[in-house]
């Protein structure tokens, strides 16, 4: 079955605390992006990847890392979370030759206390 | 960047039709996409438009006018699982992708 899938579902952390979120895709697709829902903002793109080792800042990358060392996977990094960053995170993917259809993950829920 | 506005909330009885607006600031983009999300799940893909018009798929349509800056999607013969958020996006020629504060839509019996 195709799908974006992320991990954990939900997690609620102190502040200052690093933490990865883990997002994986068996599409085999070139671009993968995170995006945070927060209540009346809609999605906003945290940071972006065209492909392997490709990573580009999104609308709101402050406080973000990522990396894209294999074409499946595109870990989110929190290197000292702190409570602004309270939020749902959503992991995407899209084929570039597919469309312009992006494939979300579940979603992962985090708190930041 | 790039800005989109939707409309907060629209309420609409089940078997009407429904228009969800989203204009939008932009200083160039490939084309219009609509997403689909339920509380509590992700979101999902409805429709793009690539181009000016209307693009039709069942019961949704999406219309996109590059001169008016201005797209619409359009849900006809509404059903109760048609309860959801609505989202407008666009990929700027940077490939970012920018949405809209989204659309809850209330389908009453």
């Known amino acids: 079955e195709a799908q974006v899938t992320q991990n954990p579902r939900y997690l609620i952390t102190v502040t200052g605390k690093k933490l990865t979120v883990t997002c994986s895709q068996n599409?085999?697709?070139?671009?993968m992006s995170w995006y945070r829902q927060d209540p009346g903002l809609g999605l906003r793109q945290i940071y972006y990847?065209?492909?392997?080792?490709?990573?580009d800042k999104g609308d709101v990358p402050e406080g973000y890392k990522v990396s894209r060392k294999e074409k499946r996977n595109f870990p989110l990094i929190l290197e000292s979370p702190s409570p602004n960053q309270t939020s749902l995170y959503f992991c995407?993917?899209?084929?570039?030759?597919?469309?312009?259809?992006?494939?979300f993950g579940p979603g992962t829920r985090l708190t930041v206390t | 960047g790039q800005s989109l506005e939707q409309p907060s909330e629209v309420t609409a009885v089940e078997g009407a039709i429904v228009q969800i607006n989203c204009t939008y600031q932009t200083s160039g983009f490939y084309g219009l996409s609509w997403y689909q999300q339920h509380d509590g799940g992700a979101p999902t893909f409805l429709s793009y438009n690539a181009l000016d018009g209307l693009e039709e798929t069942g019961r949704f349509s999406s219309f996109l006018s590059r001169s008016d800056s201005y797209g619409y999607l359009l849900l006809q013969e509404l059903q109760m699982k048609d309860s959801a958020s609505y989202f407008c996006?666009?990929?700027?020629?940077?490939?970012?992708?920018?949405f809209g504060s989204g659309t809850k839509l209330n389908v009453k019996p």
């Open positions: 990847s065209m492909n392997v080792e490709v990573t």
């Open positions: 996006a666009v990929r700027d020629v940077f490939n970012k992708f920018y």
């Open positions: 995407a993917s899209r084929g570039l030759a597919g469309g312009e259809e992006q494939y």
């Open positions: 599409m085999n697709h070139e671009y």
